[in-house]
Structure formats: structure tokens, C-alpha cells
């Protein structure tokens, strides 16, 4: 196989509360190769955020590497970490975190703006982008316009636009009706397939975890690989 586009060695963390030190990450290891759809489950308050935070470099371990590619993401400055998050990792939420001023071609095309791309390139890559996630004619509508469903194709949509080697998504079904959340599902999974774009889900959903090429439980801060 490639190299893993995404690996955590042996990664630390706890926090304090109070004057006790809480251990929420225990030593955990895992690695994602290209194009492999990932899941993660797990109790709430297991660990799984946080290590989706320390994989996207949006929070450091106490010890332990995180490589997106062959770059030790914490070995790097901030501003480089910046640069790898933009153009390697897609970041997807529970909630979808769009900004509500600006429209469904706008929200997509910021990071690629944020990246410094040309504004009109990147306003043509963020329509091509909206096209593949199935709402091509939204392109003008403000977040408060689309639906819980087509709001989180749009963040899905914003995540995908740089060409990541991976999506991190915390729980991005978790705030939709069931329909609704088979349906982004499926956009997933359909992306997967056609960009080779990696996903790494967590996810309540057993269902989804159970169709993923891998599934990793995470228990008291320590992952298991349950299915590969």
C-alpha cells in the first residue's frame, strides 16, 4: 500500500480539572490510507474529538506524531500547520459552521480564497464543487435559504474544495433526520469514490461505522481496531 495520507503514533493527551489531570487520549495509534473510508465510534466523553482535534493539528498532544502525508504536523510552525490543514485536511462538523452573510459559492470557495487562489478561479472551483454534492442551483442562497441537508452538503462542499487527501468529520450526520443523514451518507461515500478522497468519520452511527473499510472503537481514551 501508499504511504497512509493520515498517522497518529502513540499520541498523549490529558487536561486538567480542578487539580485532578484527566488522561483522555492513552498512547493512540492509527493510520489512514488513500481513498479508505475510516470510522471511529464511541461513547460520548471517550476521546474521539479530541483526537480528531490533535489529527487536524487544531490542538496539540502532550506526546506523540501526527503525519499528514510524510509532514509531523506539530513539528512545523504555526503558520506552515495553517498551510497543511488548508491544503491537506477538509474539516466537517456536527453543526456546519457556514457563515451566514455570505452565500453557498462564497462559503466554498474561502478557503481556496484563504489559500490565496485567484478569487474568479476560485469561484469557478467552488461551482464545480457545489455541482458534485448535487446543488448546483444554490449557488446563490445564504445558509438561512437551504435546508439542514443542503447546508451540510454545502460544508462537505467547502471541505472538499482544496482536493484534501483527507476528510475529518465530527459527527456530520448527527444534527440531521434519518433520511436526511443517509442521504449525506451516500454523498460521501460517492465522493469517496469518484475524487479518492480519504474520510475519517466519527460518528454515533453504528449503521455507517458497520459500511466503512475500517472502524476503530474508542474506550477510556485508548482506540481499537474493530474491523479492517
Known sequence: MSNPVLRGIDIHKSFRDG????????GVNLEIEQAEMTAIIGSS????STLLHVLGGLDSPDTGQVFIKD???????TRNQGKIR????GFV??????LAEFTALENVAMPLIIG???QNAAYDAAEQVI????LGERLTHKPSELSGGERQRIAIGRALVTKPACILADEPTGNLDT????AVNELMFELNESEKTSFLIVSHDLKLADSMQKTYQMKDGELELIKH
Do not use: P
Request: aromatic share 4%; hydrophobic share 30%; no cysteine.
Open 116 to 118: 490565496g487562489e485567484n
Open 93 to 98: 462538523y456536527q453543526f456546519h459552521h457556514l
Open 19 to 26: 487539580k485532578n489531570k484527566v488522561e483522555v487520549l492513552k
Open 131 to 134: 455541482k458534485k454534492v448535487g
Open 86 to 89: 488548508n491544503q491537506q485536511l
Open 45 to 48: 466523553g471517550s476521546g474521539k
Open 179 to 182: 433520511m436526511t443523514a443517509q
Open 71 to 77: 509532514k509531523d504536523i506539530h513539528k512545523v510552525s
